[in-house]
């Protein structure tokens, strides 16, 4: 009971104060990390129409670290995944999408695809796992 009154308290100050110095603080951005990527793209786990190619060639362009992954929603068509580098070299993104369901009726439904990795020297390598498929990327920097 205690806690919840102190979250009040303070959504009710920040509400007062006009938020101001009440938000939660953006990461930070690096350019550290900036260039272009060129690598492939494959499938790990999962497998028809809706994971796309089993793999592909890539070319991801980081500016300010951040880029956007080219996420296979209903291949051939993709939609930009943005992801965001942090200083450290952690790579992450996440969005929901829309889709059909698994049930007889193809109801549709939303769900999140969610990109995490590391970039290590030159090598970007990430995840990107959503409903049905895993995938791996894997590009250097050129």
Same mark, same amino acid.
């Given at each position: ?18 938020? +101001? ?10 350019? +550290? ?28 362009? %980081? ?15 993709? +939609? ?10 952690? %790579? ?18 939303? +769900? ?25 990327? %894997? %590009?250097?920097?050129?």
């Amino acid at each position: 009971m205690q806690r919840r009154f102190g979250r009040l308290v303070l959504v009710f100050g920040c509400l007062l104060a006009g938020t +101001a110095g009440c938000s939660t603080p953006a990461p930070p951005v690096t350019a +550290a990390f900036d260039g272009s990527y060129i690598g492939q793209d494959s499938l790990v786990g999962g497998g028809g129409f809706l994971c796309g190619l089993p793999l592909r060639d890539l070319m991801i362009t %980081v500016r300010n670290g951040e880029f956007d992954y080219p996420f296979q929603v209903a291949p051939p068509r993709d +939609a930009p995944l943005p992801a965001r580098i942090a200083p450290d070299g952690t %790579v992450a993104g996440q969005m929901q999408y829309g889709t059909t369901g698994n049930s007889p009726r193809r109801d549709y439904i939303t +769900a999140w695809v969610i990109l995490s990795g590391r970039i290590t020297g030159t090598i970007l390598d990430a995840t990107i796992v959503d409903l049905r498929c895993a995938r791996r990327l %894997v %590009v250097r920097r050129n």
